[in-house]
């Protein structure tokens, strides 16, 4: 069993950064990948990014590519989301999720990913 935590979301404004953690406990032997998805008010669940645990490879939906980074500190088993050029369509609930097999592709698809947090809420205002 693996529990997650997120934390640091809040209100900022149009253009600028937040920094989202995620806490993993008690560890992440069994975690093969992480991820952020995002769920917006009246919205469907959205693929954000993701990492492989063990390698950093990471992935990125193109509507936040070049504007946010997913990192991981292995020591700490905590997962990172840094949000620069916020703008007020990243309005939403920001979750992690940890996916404890390998499939292949992407991780896109929410499925895939065994393990929750509560979520994080990140508004943006214009």
């Known amino acids: 069993q693996v529990q997650l935590v997120e934390s640091g979301g809040g209100l900022v404004q149009a253009g600028g950064s937040l920094r989202l953690s995620c806490a993993a406990s008690?560890?992440?032997?069994?975690?093969?990948?992480m991820g952020w998805f995002r769920q917006a008010p009246g919205k469907e669940r959205e693929f954000v990014a993701r990492?492989?645990?063990?390698?950093?490879?990471?992935y990125y939906a193109d509507s936040v590519q070049g504007r946010f980074t997913i990192s991981r500190d292995n020591a700490k088993n905590t997962l990172y989301l840094q949000m620069n050029s916020l703008k007020p369509e990243d309005t939403a609930v920001y979750y992690c999720?940890?996916?404890?097999?390998?499939?292949?592709?992407?991780?896109?698809?929410?499925?895939?990913?065994?393990?929750w947090g509560q979520g994080t809420q990140v508004t943006v205002s214009s």
């Open positions: 008690p560890r992440t032997a069994s975690i093969y990948v």
């Open positions: 999720a940890a996916a404890t097999y390998y499939s292949g592709g992407n991780y896109r698809n929410a499925v895939l990913y065994k393990y």
């Open positions: 990492i492989t645990w063990s390698t950093g490879t990471t």
